[in-house]
């Protein structure tokens, strides 16, 4: 076989579907695969947006089927998260369905949610003042001069870790200790 009808074969394989992958990788596939599905609504829709936009009882089956997909997946059973995988990616476009339909929009290019990491509340990053009239009602807003504002808080430690450390990825945050330097150390008995 050519190297080209190699590089054509593999650019086909499909490893969610491939019966020479192992079971545990094809699971993993299709839950990545599905994962992939709700970034795409997220950044479309916003950050858990959809979902509060659904009326009750289809939020109520939404939710009912991605604790079907956890149960699926927490099984490894493959036959199970396949059937639970597909259903939930029918059930993401079932709410965007829903929600173009009572007439709501997608997120503007303009505004981008996150929800907080211990909260789970969401956020929406605007670029300008005049950005905030395009937030969803309710949600807190921080425009990229207020962020400013927040990273030259955290002091000169937190851009010169960026430096030095192209593409480090900020992962907690904590308070600094202050040392009082004309005490010195604490003794240890």
């Avoid at 190297?3 to 299709?30: H, K, Q, W």
């Avoid at 695969?33 to 959809?50: D, H, P």
């Avoid at 109520?60 to 997909?69: C, K, N, S, Y």
């Avoid at 905030?132 to 851009?159: D, R, Y």
Wanted: aromatic share 6%; charged share 30%.
């Amino acid at each position: 076989m050519t190297r080209a009808a190699m590089r054509r074969r593999d650019a086909n394989f499909d490893l969610a579907t491939s019966a020479s992958a192992p079971g545990e990788v094809r699971i993993r596939a299709m839950v990545e695969g599905l994962a992939e599905v709700a970034n795409a609504m997220e950044r479309r829709w916003g950050a858990g947006r959809l979902r509060r936009l659904a009326p009750d009882p289809l939020r109520l089956r939404f939710d009912e089927q991605q604790a079907r997909v956890d149960a699926a997946t927490a099984s490894g059973e493959e036959q199970f998260v396949r059937i639970q995988t597909e259903a939930m990616r029918r059930a993401w476009e079932t709410l965007e369905r829903a929600a173009i339909e009572a007439g709501a929009t997608p997120l503007s290019a303009d505004v981008w949610e996150t929800a907080l990491p211990k909260t789970g509340e969401v956020v929406a990053l605007v670029r300008t003042d005049a950005d905030m009239a395009q937030v969803a009602s309710g949600c807190p807003a921080f425009t990229l001069a207020e962020v400013a504002l927040l990273i030259e808080k955290l002091g000169p430690e937190a851009l010169e870790t960026k430096r030095v450390f192209p593409g480090a990825v900020v992962t907690d945050m904590r308070p600094s200790e202050t040392f009082d330097w004309s005490k010195g150390d604490d003794m240890p008995f």
